[in-house]
């Protein structure tokens, strides 16, 4: 059973930077997208960021500018680059690989901004 980890959270001042990791424990056949999701207490979970098989990204508005995603294909990781941090970051962050025959998602770390 492949399992995804991320790392890489934590808790950081505003107008700092951070950087998630998320690997895969095992190979995943034929990757769709990559993607970051976060969920804040209270709030709808909201997608950040999907770089797709093609290498194609895309960001939620409230990132753009700010985050940036990238992958590693030969070891199914992806990486979120979050810079210029706000606190409406604060949230916890998960990641998501779409695979041929189903989604996989890691447990989340959390990322906690302070004004």
């Known amino acids: 059973q492949v399992q995804l980890v991320e790392s890489g959270g934590g808790l950081v001042q505003a107008e700092r930077s951070l950087r998630l990791s998320c690997a895969a424990s095992?190979?995943?056949?034929?990757?769709?997208?990559m993607k970051w999701y976060r969920r804040a207490p209270g709030k709808e979970r909201e997608l950040v960021a999907t770089i797709s098989s093609d290498g194609n990204t895309d960001y939620a508005d409230s990132v753009k500018g700010r985050f940036t995603i990238s992958r590693d294909s030969a070891k199914d990781t992806v990486s979120l680059q979050m810079n210029s941090l706000k606190p409406e970051d604060t949230a916890r962050y998960y990641c998501?690989?779409?695979?041929?025959?189903?989604?996989?998602w890691g447990q989340g770390t959390q990322v906690t901004v302070s004004s």
């Open positions: 998501n690989i779409r695979g041929l025959f189903r989604d996989y």
């Open positions: 095992g190979s995943i056949f034929s990757i769709r997208s």
